[in-house]
């Protein structure tokens, strides 16, 4: 079983960038999915979450507004688009598999996570 995060890079504040985490070895329709962040010295910090279905989303306040997570379960595929970047949203991106159905913010809940994408935003 894989996490695949990819769509990382560098870009000027205010700018936008899609991440996608594919998955592969096993079918996540059935679970929550989950996108979590983590600055150099810092802790992993929850960005935003989804149910199974897709009609339920959470978000972190700081994200809220810029981000929005949506999924595509015929591709195995969560994506998180990212608008109106800050220098602060630097950081390590990971996605996560939780284990049920619907979505939580405690990194603890999620059993399967990607190898992380790097975004950088610059002032």
Known sequence: VQLQASGGGMVQAGGSL???????????????MGWFRQAPGKERWFVAAIAFSGGSTDYADFVKGRFTISRDNAKNTVYLQMNSLKPEDTAIYFCAAHRYSIQSRRPQDYDYWGQGTQVTVSS
């Not at 899609?18 to 929550?32: H, I, K, T, V």
């Open 18 to 32: 899609r991440l996608s985490c594919a998955a592969s070895g096993r079918s996540f329709s059935s679970n929550a």
